[in-house]
């Protein structure tokens, strides 16, 4: 029997209020964009499918976190369980970008010892004549963090898909390569902390979903 999907992933969306997150993950999720969007209380939370490869499809827990510092203390539960990330910043407020680095730390040291696959994300990209930060020095932020860089609209759809589906397979490259502690959705699998693909396909004889929570970091 074909499994519905392969692997759940949670992924956790972060950045300062108001940069879009919410905009993003209900044009990813739900495929609309609507103008007025009230600040995030604490964390809200999605869901989707992606197919990153014919016939193989992942479900994506996607938790939309509150960017007002009131809320930190209730956020910084959900780095603990995120295997990938979208840290975003708005193109039109520079101090959104100033904030990344900021970000994350605050991810990093709340994940250790593991880590979070970020992808950076310079969102509302449909504002071009109010740009205050260069696709070239974004880029070069990215780089240095060794992350990947995509401008997106939730406003005008652009690169919504795009986005979720690199990081998606980003991640998927991760556990086939088994650089993943994984923790299996089936209680009677017992399966050792670090397993490979291989191996966990030989156990069960066929697709089994599981829940990919951690990375190690390599
Ligand atoms: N032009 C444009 N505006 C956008 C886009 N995405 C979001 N916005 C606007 O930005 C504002 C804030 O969007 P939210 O998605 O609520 O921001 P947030 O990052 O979730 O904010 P918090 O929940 O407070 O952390 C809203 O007025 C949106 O209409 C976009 O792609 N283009
Ligand atoms: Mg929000």
Known sequence: MEAIWLYQFRLIVIGDSTVGKSCLIRRFTEGRFAQVSDPTVGVDFFSRLVEIEPGKRIKLQIWDTAGQERFRSITRAYYRNSVGGL??????????????????????????????????????????????????????????YGMRYVETSARDAINVEHAFTELTKDIFQLVRSSRLKIQCLSQELKLSPVQSLASLAMATAGPINLFIIKIFCT
Do not use: M, Y
């Not at 193109?91 to 904030?99: D, E, L, P, Y």
């Not at 969102?123 to 974004?138: F, G, I, N, S, Y």
């Open 87 to 144: 840290l975003l910043f708005d193109i039109t407020n520079r101090r959104s970008f100033q904030n990344v680095h900021d970000w994350l730390e605050e991810a990093r040291s709340h994940v250790q010892p593991h880590s979070i696959v970020f992808l950076l994300v310079g969102h509302k990209c449909d504002l071009e004549p109010q740009r205050q930060v260069t696709r070239q020095e974004a880029e070069k932020l990215a780089g240095a």
